[in-house]
């Protein structure tokens, strides 16, 4: 197995997403699997390989993922973030390009903590009046 070229980290929500890019045929694995075994539905995986296709690099490296925590939406966004920021590292003059289609920008939105004498972060208990 040949040295990684690059290794990034991808977050979103609360998976977290370590990418390491190696030269290749264009296989992706994640956590072992092929990415069809491991995002069985098609928007995922075709979030995931947007960034492949705006570089026009998918032929060209093969993507080994491993993904922690978080469902499959907040991993498919985590992994796509992680590509991205090794396609932007590896080729800088294609870190424009990413930068404008909006791969290279982290998702911040996170769930709010509960709040106490609250029932979720913002949902108060029924009120009585009498």
Do not use: W
């Amino acid at each position: 197995m040949p040295k990684p070229l690059f290794q990034t980290v991808g977050r979103r929500k609360r998976a977290v997403a370590r990418v390491c890019i190696r030269p290749g045929g264009g296989a992706i694995k994640v956590n072992g699997k092929p990415v069809d075994e491991y995002f069985t539905s098609r928007a995922h995986r075709t979030n995931v390989a947007e960034p492949l296709g705006v570089t026009e690099t998918s032929e060209r490296y093969d993507i080994d993922a491993r993904i922690d925590g978080g469902g499959m939406s907040g991993q498919a966004g985590a992994l796509r973030l992680g590509i991205a920021r090794a396609l932007a590292e590896l080729d800088p003059d294609s870190r424009a390009l990413l930068r404008r289609s909006g791969f290279l920008t982290r998702d911040d939105r996170i769930k709010e903590s509960k709040k106490y004498g609250l029932k979720k972060a913002r949902k108060a208990p029924q009120y009585s009046k009498r």
